[in-house]
């Protein structure tokens, strides 16, 4: 999907995205500029030596746990040790923790970016900077995003300033079915942006699939079998690889990444959008049962809502996807996360298909939006409670990491975000943001260009000396 | 030019294509009139809108709360309109004539629809097939000759969800920004229609769509020819002009010409018929810009994307330029690098004239989401803009960035009774549409699903007449 559309866009006017970019184009790199609390000191000591975590409580909270339940008033979280420990209206500050009075303002746990590259890309169309597909490159299942990664990267400032806290980071694409391995991540102001690696495999079936596979969606799904039944010969016999030579259908590093697919230890995400590609994708589990498959996209999905639920396989969605951009989204309909989430499934809701590094803030108005189809005759939508879970503890649950990430139950991450207004309210933002319990920067270079220039005109020197 | 045919063979092959082209439809002959008349002559609408209003009854909206486009906000307010022109825009006291169907919209809001000044719908239609990729005519990096209406393909069903999600009842369709010159756009109203002239907005200037930067470089240079090089755009833009402005002066002096259908839009432009729109990220790449106007004698109507229009805001605000701006995209192009969320109130609060655009299908659908996140943005700062003066983002200063203003974009009596109702505060998430006239007639009801638009396209296909 993101291919042809974005091929199809790249020069609709103005968004050279990642398809056009040209390599080479290697100019000097603006960094972030980061500030830290308050100065170009600060954020070089801060990067020097990461913020400690610091032991806290947010008391007069509307407390948000990110688990469907209703914001409570009145309440507090407190954090310890980087984690979560307790959070409620009737919770007791404990002795030698600082307390945070956030004023009866919103308190919630992080947003998880449910399907992003953010840190993989700087400037889409600046080839060195984007490290989102690998078309090139012999390797497919076995890539690894970890070391892509660029918490330095300007898209990490941003994302985090308007509340993401932590990501699923898919990679892209290889020049083979499977595009590799993804990554949880935290968008933390320091070196250290992994939280688990290798957590998830990427493919795409569909349209996306066809032309990697070689023109049809038979050829994908065979390709696909075949992958995995060699990845399975060779984990029965590793030296099997070696016999196999310029025949061989995988890489070394491609079949041990899927043997942990077979077995189930890694989710399988898949791209799919057409009701009857979804029906195929469940059915994979026939041959290959431990497949722990997660749809992203799926933009038909409510036509098949029933066979997701009984499958019991999460769905990410980019929500407000209301086009038929291709022949697999005709059914297109803003109404497919409420339709599915009332059929059943397990929902979370992303920000892909328009850009998926620089805008997870969108996540929060895409879910605002599903809120506004509840009072709209005939749509469905959700809830505010079940929207901001959407955001939260159902991408977590969807990797797998519910017991440590997206939300405030105690031994979660501490993760927490204090807002200036309702969250998925347009233009809210973070006052306050807390990642494993350690203070961060909400300023971003954004932010700095606009005070710079909050009053136009050159002053006695120009702008170059105003910072 | 035709190659190869030169001299009096030339000007008779002209002059041919002049008598047909005549509006009139009558022939004209070579020797039988002063050449500035037959100059004249050359039809400047041969495509002419058929658009007609369709039927609206005569209604009055109650109870809301209204901001009329152009700044203004009433409480508790009246709307009524008749015949497709807005007749009155009041209190709670206005007096509604017998026969008015009456709309009760306590706890809602009133506003003139919205209307997107950047938009490709029709041209890069859904679903984006290459079949359907007829935005671009990037075969030249000059091509003031080619016109968006020609590519528009009616039945886009983007049409319907911009109406039935975004409120929006008109918008100008672009060509894209591959060329420096990428050829006239059109002015439609988002109204279905077997054709596109069933569409146009009638008696809407022509506007010529202009690209700085990234995109005609990268194309052209890309293959081997000029632009390659922001110089090179700039190289190519003057020649081009310096040709139209001869073009021009040939005709201003009455005398006889080869018709040149590219030549004759630049020459509307430096007429000031037909209006620019500039695509243009950077500020420096802008005020080089204005200063080419200068020199050609042509004025820029509109900097389309503008994601630095905040750092020459005054110089913006002196040149009388509209900026049309998104509230947050950033970061796919180096163009698009230094944008701030508070383009669009930084703008405004230097007097100059601020817009909020698409450019997109998706974000064509919440226009009004995008101007309320850059609103926050500004009040976050210090900019302390009402949501009503905010309203002139999204319809008064589009219109008259159009040339349509003094028909549509605000609510004042006589004016094109182009109204959304929306089931709560517009710059809410929580808000959708409820209805949508155009020039009063109903096209939108989230009511009733008989007022919801279905594209052939869609007909007979998954989710037909689906909620959206």
Same mark, same amino acid.
């Given at each position: 999907?993101?291919?042809?559309?974005?091929?199809?866009?790249?020069?609709?006017?103005?968004?050279?995205?990642?398809?056009?970019?040209?390599?080479?184009?290697?100019?000097?790199?603006?960094?972030?500029?980061?500030? =830290?609390?308050?100065?170009?000191?600060?954020?070089?000591?801060?990067?020097?030596?990461?913020?400690?975590?610091?032991?806290?409580?947010?008391?007069?909270?509307?407390?948000?746990?990110?688990?469907?339940?209703?914001?409570?008033?009145?309440?507090?979280?407190?954090?310890?040790?980087?984690?979560?420990?307790?959070?409620?209206?009737?919770?007791?500050?404990?002795?030698?923790?600082?307390?945070?009075?956030?004023?009866?303002?919103?308190?919630?746990?992080?947003?998880?970016?449910?399907?992003?590259?953010?840190?993989?890309?700087?400037?889409?169309?600046? =080839?060195?900077?984007?490290?989102?597909?690998?078309?090139?490159?012999?390797?497919?299942?076995?890539?690894?995003?970890?070391?892509?990664?660029?918490?330095?990267?300007?898209?990490?400032?941003?994302?985090?300033?308007?509340?993401?806290?932590?990501?699923?980071?898919?990679?892209?694409?290889?020049?083979?079915?499977?595009?590799?391995?993804?990554?949880?991540?935290?968008?933390?102001?320091?070196?250290?942006?992994?939280?688990?690696?290798?957590?998830?495999?990427?493919?795409?079936?569909?349209?996306?699939?066809?032309?990697?596979?070689?023109?049809?969606?038979?050829?994908?799904?065979?390709?696909?079998?075949?992958?995995?039944?060699?990845?399975?010969?060779?984990?029965?016999?590793?030296?099997?690889?070696?016999?196999?030579?310029?025949?061989?259908?995988?890489?070394?590093?491609?079949?041990?990444?899927?043997?942990?697919?077979?077995?189930?230890?890694?989710?399988?995400?898949?791209?799919?959008?057409?009701?009857?590609?979804?029906?195929?994708?469940?059915?994979?589990?026939?041959?290959?049962?431990?497949?722990?498959?997660?749809?992203?996209?799926?933009?038909?999905?409510?036509?098949?809502?029933?066979?997701?639920?009984?499958?019991?396989?999460?769905?990410?969605?980019?929500?407000?996807?209301?086009?038929?951009?291709?022949?697999?989204?005709?059914?297109?309909?803003?109404?497919?996360?409420?339709?599915?989430?009332?059929?059943?499934?397990?929902?979370?809701?992303?920000?892909?298909?328009?850009?998926?590094?620089?805008?997870?803030?969108?996540?929060?108005?895409?879910?605002?939006?599903?809120?506004?189809?509840?009072?709209?005759?005939?749509?469905?939508?959700?809830?505010?409670?079940?929207?901001?879970?959407?955001?939260?503890?159902?991408?977590?649950?969807?990797? =797998?990491?519910?017991?440590?990430?997206?939300?405030?139950?105690?031994?979660?991450?501490?993760?927490?975000?204090?807002?200036?207004?309702?969250?998925?309210?347009?233009?809210?933002?973070?006052?306050?943001?807390?990642?494993?319990?350690?203070?961060?920067?909400?300023?971003?270079?954004?932010?700095?260009?606009?005070?710079?220039?909050?009053?136009?005109?050159? =002053?006695?020197?120009?702008?170059?000396?105003?910072? | 030019?035709?190659?190869?045919?030169?001299?009096?063979?030339?000007?008779?092959?002209?002059?041919?294509?002049?008598?047909?082209?005549?509006?009139?439809?009558?022939?004209?002959?070579?020797?039988?009139?002063?050449?500035?008349?037959?100059?004249?002559?050359?039809?400047?609408?041969?495509?002419?809108?058929?658009?007609?209003?369709?039927?609206? +009854?005569?209604?009055?909206?109650?109870?809301?709360?209204?901001?009329?486009?152009?700044?203004?906000?009433?409480?508790?307010?009246?709307?009524?309109?008749?015949?497709?022109?807005?007749?009155?825009?009041?209190?709670?006291?206005?007096?509604?004539?017998?026969?008015?169907?009456?709309?009760?919209?306590?706890?809602?809001?009133?506003?003139?629809?919205?209307?997107?000044?950047?938009?490709?719908?029709?041209?890069?239609?859904?679903?984006?097939?290459?079949?359907?990729?007829?935005?671009?005519?990037?075969?030249?990096?000059?091509?003031?000759?080619?016109?968006?209406?020609?590519?528009?393909?009616?039945?886009?069903?983007?049409?319907?969800?911009?109406?039935?999600?975004?409120?929006?009842?008109?918008?100008?369709?672009?060509?894209?920004?591959?060329?420096?010159?990428?050829?006239?756009?059109?002015?439609?109203?988002?109204?279905?229609? +077997?054709?596109?002239?069933?569409?146009?907005?009638?008696?809407?200037?022509?506007?010529?769509?202009?690209?700085?930067?990234?995109?005609?470089?990268?194309?052209?240079?890309?293959?081997?020819?000029?632009?390659?090089?922001?110089?090179?755009?700039?190289?190519?833009?003057?020649?081009?002009?310096?040709?139209?402005?001869?073009?021009?002066?040939?005709?201003?002096?009455?005398?006889?010409?080869?018709?040149?259908?590219?030549?004759?839009?630049?020459?509307?432009?430096?007429?000031?018929?037909?209006?620019?729109?500039?695509?243009?990220?950077?500020?420096?790449?802008?005020?080089?810009?204005?200063?080419?106007?200068?020199?050609?004698?042509?004025?820029?109507?509109?900097?389309?994307?503008?994601?630095?229009?905040?750092?020459?805001?005054?110089?913006?605000?002196?040149?009388?330029?509209?900026?049309?701006?998104?509230?947050?995209?950033?970061?796919?192009?180096?163009?698009?690098?230094?944008?701030?969320?508070?383009?669009?109130?930084?703008?405004?609060?230097?007097?100059?004239?601020?817009?909020?655009?698409?450019?997109?299908?998706?974000?064509?659908? +919440?226009?009004?989401?995008?101007?309320?996140?850059?609103?926050?943005?500004?009040? +976050?700062?210090?900019?302390?803009?009402?949501?009503?003066?905010?309203?002139?983002?999204?319809?008064?200063?589009?219109?008259?960035?159009?040339?349509?203003?003094?028909?549509?974009?605000?609510?004042?009596?006589?004016?094109?009774?182009?109204?959304?109702?929306?089931?709560?505060?517009?710059?809410?998430?929580?808000?959708?549409?409820?209805?949508?006239?155009?020039?009063?007639?109903?096209?939108?009801?989230?009511?009733?699903?008989?007022?919801?638009?279905?594209?052939?396209?869609?007909?007979?296909?998954?989710?037909?007449?689906?909620?959206?």
């Amino acid at each position: 999907m993101m291919n042809l559309l974005n091929a199809i866009s790249h020069l609709r006017s103005s968004r050279a995205k990642s398809r056009d970019a040209k390599a080479g184009a290697d100019v000097s790199r603006l960094r972030s500029t980061r500030t =830290g609390l308050g100065g170009a000191l600060v954020a070089a000591l801060a990067l020097a030596a990461p913020a400690a975590a610091q032991d806290i409580a947010i008391t007069n909270a509307k407390l948000v746990i990110g688990d469907g339940s209703a914001p409570v008033e009145g309440s507090t979280v407190v954090v310890r040790g980087g984690k979560v420990v307790a959070a409620g209206a009737g919770v007791a500050v404990p002795a030698g923790v600082e307390r945070i009075d956030a004023g009866g303002r919103w308190v919630t746990p992080g947003i998880v970016a449910a399907f992003s590259r953010v840190g993989l890309v700087e400037v889409d169309a600046v =080839g060195g900077t984007n490290d989102r597909n690998a078309p090139r490159t012999r390797f497919a299942a076995g890539l690894d995003i970890a070391p892509a990664l660029n918490p330095m990267g300007s898209p990490v400032a941003v994302n985090r300033a308007s509340g993401i806290t932590r990501a699923i980071v898919a990679p892209g694409g290889s020049s083979n079915l499977f595009a590799g391995q993804g990554a949880v991540v935290d968008l933390g102001d320091d070196m250290d942006m992994v939280t688990k690696p290798r957590a998830l495999q990427f493919v795409a079936f569909g349209e996306d699939g066809s032309a990697k596979a070689g023109g049809s969606r038979a050829a994908t799904f065979l390709l696909f079998r075949e992958q995995l039944l060699a990845a399975r010969s060779y984990a029965r016999n590793p030296a099997a690889l070696a016999e196999w030579g310029n025949d061989a259908m995988l890489q070394r590093a491609d079949a041990d990444a899927l043997v942990r697919v077979i077995d189930g230890t890694t989710p399988l995400f898949v791209r799919v959008d057409r009701a009857a590609d979804i029906v195929n994708v469940l059915k994979l589990r026939q041959e290959f049962p431990a497949l722990k498959l997660v749809l992203v996209g799926a933009t038909e999905g409510w036509l098949v809502a029933r066979e997701i639920a009984a499958a019991r396989v999460p769905v990410l969605v980019s929500p407000l996807t209301d086009l038929p951009g291709t022949f697999e989204q005709l059914g297109a309909t803003q109404s497919n996360a409420g339709r599915l989430k009332a059929a059943g499934v397990d929902v979370s809701v992303g920000v892909f298909d328009d850009d998926d590094a620089h805008k997870m803030g969108y996540a929060t108005q895409y879910a605002g939006n599903l809120v506004a189809l509840t009072r709209l005759p005939g749509a469905s939508g959700m809830s505010w409670d079940q929207a901001f879970a959407a955001l939260t503890s159902a991408p977590a649950r969807a990797v =797998g990491m519910e017991g440590s990430i997206g939300s405030l139950r105690p031994g979660r991450v501490g993760d927490v975000v204090i807002w200036d207004n309702d969250p998925l309210e347009l233009g809210s933002r973070p006052t306050a943001i807390w990642i494993d319990g350690k203070a961060q920067s909400l300023t971003t270079r954004q932010d700095r260009l606009r005070d710079r220039y909050a009053t136009p005109g050159e =002053g006695a020197l120009p702008k170059a000396y105003d910072r | 030019m035709i190659p190869g045919i030169k001299g009096s063979l030339l000007a008779a092959v002209s002059l041919a294509l002049v008598g047909c082209a005549a509006s009139d439809g009558k022939p004209q002959t070579a020797s039988a009139q002063p050449a500035a008349e037959k100059s004249a002559k050359f039809n400047k609408d041969p495509y002419p809108s058929t658009y007609r209003p369709y039927a609206g +009854r005569p209604t009055a909206v109650r109870g809301v709360t209204i901001f009329d486009g152009e700044g203004g906000r009433i409480d508790n307010g009246v709307v009524l309109f008749a015949d497709g022109k807005v007749e009155a825009v009041g209190g709670g006291d206005t007096a509604i004539p017998a026969g008015y169907d009456v709309v009760d919209g306590s706890g809602k809001f009133v506003t003139p629809g919205i209307i997107d000044i950047h938009s490709h719908l029709g041209d890069y239609p859904s679903p984006g097939v290459e079949a359907h990729s007829d935005g671009n005519e990037a075969t030249s990096p000059t091509t003031p000759e080619v016109w968006s209406e020609h590519s528009v393909w009616p039945q886009d069903p983007g049409f319907s969800r911009a109406l039935a999600n975004g409120g929006v009842t008109s918008l100008l369709v672009l060509p894209g920004s591959a060329n420096l010159m990428g050829g006239r756009s059109v002015t439609l109203k988002n109204v279905p229609s +077997r054709t596109v002239q069933g569409m146009k907005f009638p008696g809407a200037p022509y506007g010529l769509k202009m690209a700085c930067g990234e995109n005609p470089k990268r194309v052209y240079g890309g293959k081997g020819r000029a632009p390659s090089t922001r110089m090179g755009n700039f190289a190519v833009n003057r020649a081009t002009w310096q040709k139209a402005a001869a073009y021009k002066k040939k005709m201003d002096e009455g005398k006889a010409v080869d018709r040149d259908l590219a030549m004759e839009t630049l020459a509307g432009v430096l007429a000031g018929e037909i209006l620019i729109h500039n695509h243009c990220y950077r500020a420096d790449e802008m005020a080089l810009v204005i200063d080419m106007s200068k020199e050609f004698g042509y004025k820029v109507s509109t900097f389309h994307h503008a994601v630095e229009s905040y750092k020459i805001a005054d110089l913006l605000a002196k040149e009388g330029i509209c900026s049309a701006m998104w509230a947050d995209w950033w970061g796919f192009k180096m163009e698009a690098y230094d944008s701030v969320n508070e383009n669009v109130p930084l703008v405004h609060n230097a007097g100059a004239c601020a817009i909020v655009h698409s450019d997109d299908a998706n974000q064509i659908q +919440r226009l009004n989401q995008e101007a309320a996140k850059a609103l926050k943005a500004g009040r +976050r700062m210090g900019i302390n803009v009402s949501d009503e003066v905010a309203w002139t983002w999204l319809s008064h200063n589009p219109a008259k960035a159009l040339g349509i203003g003094d028909r549509t974009g605000s609510l004042k009596a006589g004016k094109m009774a182009d109204v959304v109702l929306w089931n709560g505060n517009p710059f809410s998430a929580y808000t959708r549409p409820e209805k949508v006239w155009i020039d009063g007639a109903l096209m939108f009801d989230a009511m009733d699903p008989k007022r919801r638009p279905v594209s052939d396209f869609e007909l007979g296909q998954p989710g037909e007449g689906d909620v959206k």
